[in-house]
């Protein structure tokens, strides 16, 4: 069983920054691999960004060059910063392992 946790989310000016952190708890039983997607309103969720294992980093085109996912080096938590948030950065966003997800935490852009 694994169970996740974000946390940071709020509200933000647009060009700001905004650092969310996923808390990892329980036995990871699969090839460590833990991703963000986000879910606009009334929109779909889509994927964000992913790191695995050795820190291997992926990004959808939207986070490239603004958002950087990392983790820490025990692999209990990992963080997503962003940066230049614009009004489409709007969402919840979540942490996902497998078929695990987080509660998900909110970030509003807004002026």
């Known amino acids: 069983q694994v169970q996740l946790v974000e946390s940071g989310g709020g509200l933000v000016q647009p060009g700001g920054s905004l650092r969310l952190s996923c808390q990892i708890s329980?036995?990871?039983?699969?090839?460590?691999?833990i991703s963000w997607h986000r879910q606009p309103p009334a929109k779909d969720r889509e994927f964000v960004a992913s790191?695995?294992?050795?820190?291997?980093?992926t990004y959808a085109e939207f986070a490239k060059g603004r958002f950087t996912i990392s983790t820490n080096g025990a692999k209990n938590t990992v963080y997503l910063q962003m940066n230049n948030l614009k009004f489409a950065d709007t969402a919840v966003y979540h942490c996902?392992?497998?078929?695990?997800w987080g509660q998900g935490t909110l970030d509003s852009v807004s002026s």
């Open positions: 790191i695995i294992a050795d820190n291997s980093t």
């Open positions: 996902r392992h497998g078929g695990y």
């Open positions: 329980g036995t990871i039983s699969r090839s460590w691999i």
